[in-house]
T-cell receptor, first 113, second 112 residues
Framework: NAGVTQTPKFRILKIGQSMTLQCTQD?????MYWYRQDPGMGLKLIYY???????DKGEVPNGYNVSRSTTEDFPLRLELAAPSQTSVYFC????????????FGSGTRLTVV | QKEVEQDPGPLSVPEGAIVSLNCTYS??????FMWYRQYSRKGPELLMY????GNKEDGRFTAQVDKSSKYISLFIRDSQPSDSATYLC????????????FGKGTLLTVNP
């Protein structure tokens, strides 16, 4: 049981480039989330999904897009990368219900230069 | 006023000390309270989960919630060097699609 898997672990992008951060979970969780974590700033919600085909914006969605075509996968797309998107990105999933918290992936460390 | 306030520390204690970590919040809709532990360059992992006011104990860890004061705490007894990590409080409101609001995290170092 792999849990939540994120790829790549590290990436350096040039300003204006695009990329997709991959996230896959094998726990059949309904809910999936993308957070970014900046030093001293905690975790900020970018986008979330309550099931396949359903996505919604979080606190900081600008510059990002998501899709959820299957229960397992929730990729995050960065278009026209900017230095402000330098951060550590975490994907998380949660089963339907309020008593289980989140399972996080190990993160993608992105630098935009 | 931010929804969740957490002192970022850093906090440095000797091995065996009792550690107290705290968060305050302003949103009365928060019903569920969690503590996550995050080791360096790793994802957060759920440590404690509480719903009602009061205490919940799990081994050396005790989570405390005071809804009337909008204040939560995590106590670590007999702290160990392996407890060195960043501790994040997180809160969830009913009907929020299980979205969590996180504190900024407190960096704890336990010195042997």
């Amino acid at each position: 049981n792999a849990g939540v898997t994120q790829t790549p672990k590290f990436r350096i992008l040039k300003i204006g480039q695009s990329m997709t951060l991959q996230c896959t979970q094998d726990m059949n969780h309904n809910y999936m989330y993308w957070y970014r974590q900046d030093p001293g700033m905690g975790l900020k919600l970018i986008y979330y999904s309550v099931g396949a085909g359903i996505t919604d914006k979080g606190e900081v969605p600008n510059g990002y897009n998501v899709s959820r075509s299957t229960t397992e996968d929730f990729p995050l797309r960065l278009e026209l990368a900017a230095p402000s998107q330098t951060s550590v990105y975490f994907c998380a999933s949660s089963i339907l219900g309020e008593n289980y918290g989140y399972t996080f992936g190990s993160g993608t460390r992105l630098t935009v230069v | 006023q931010k929804e969740v306030e957490q002192d970022p520390g850093p906090l440095s204690v000797p091995e065996g000390a009792i550690v107290s970590l705290n968060c305050t919040y302003s949103n009365s809709a928060f019903q569920y309270f969690m503590w996550y532990r995050q080791y360096s360059r790793k994802g957060p992992e759920l440590l404690m989960y509480t719903y009602s006011s009061g205490n919940k104990e799990d081994g050396r860890f005790t989570a405390q919630v005071d809804k009337s004061s909008k204040y939560i705490s995590l106590f670590i007894r007999d702290s160990q060097p392996s407890d060195s990590a960043t501790y994040l409080c997180a809160m969830q409101g009913r009907g929020s699609n299980y979205k969590l609001t996180f504190g900024k995290g407190t960096l704890l170092t336990v010195n042997p």
